[in-house]
């Protein structure tokens, strides 16, 4: 499977406290256009998970290229990892932060399903608000190498 390439997306949302939480998947697509319907798989042990379940939705920020950095950090267990990133609060309350430096793109979603895969589960939402950056390319993950 590492030899599919796939765009770097870090997954936010707001945990209970009202604090950003996020983290980095690469596992995420889009599944319809009509309604506008987004996937992406979280594992089970996510800290992340919580704050999903607690907003009802998620913000898929596509990394732009050259945040390799960013996309390492958001992939750990700390606890501060959102802190020293620039964000904004999506227009609805469903959604967690937008990377407004570091996204070349963002959905924001609403939990529509989630469904058991495995060690993950796989949440659908449905776009509610999105936009991309002109001239900003996403990155791209092959082969455990960003590019």
């Known amino acids: 499977m590492a030899s599919f390439p796939t765009g770097v997306v870090v997954l936010t949302a707001f945990g209970e406290d009202a604090r950003p939480r996020g983290l980095t998947v690469s596992a995420f697509c889009a599944v319809s256009l009509e309604p506008p319907l987004a996937l992406a798989c979280i594992d089970k042990t996510s800290n992340t998970l919580p704050a999903v379940q607690h907003t009802g939705g998620f913000t898929a920020n596509i990394l732009a290229t050259g945040r390799e950095q960013l996309a390492r950090r958001m992939a750990t267990k700390l606890t501060d ?9 999506p227009t609805s309350k469903i959604g967690g932060p937008i990377l407004e430096n570091d996204a070349a793109a963002y959905a924001v979603c609403t939990l529509r399903d989630t469904i058991e895969g495995g060690d993950h ?5 449905v776009v509610t608000e999105g936009e991309h950056r002109p001239g900003v390319t996403p990155m791209v993950f092959s082969r455990r190498i960003y590019t």
């Open 81 to 89: 990892k959102v802190d020293a990133i620039a964000w904004r609060r």
């Open 121 to 125: 589960w796989i949440l659908i939402g």
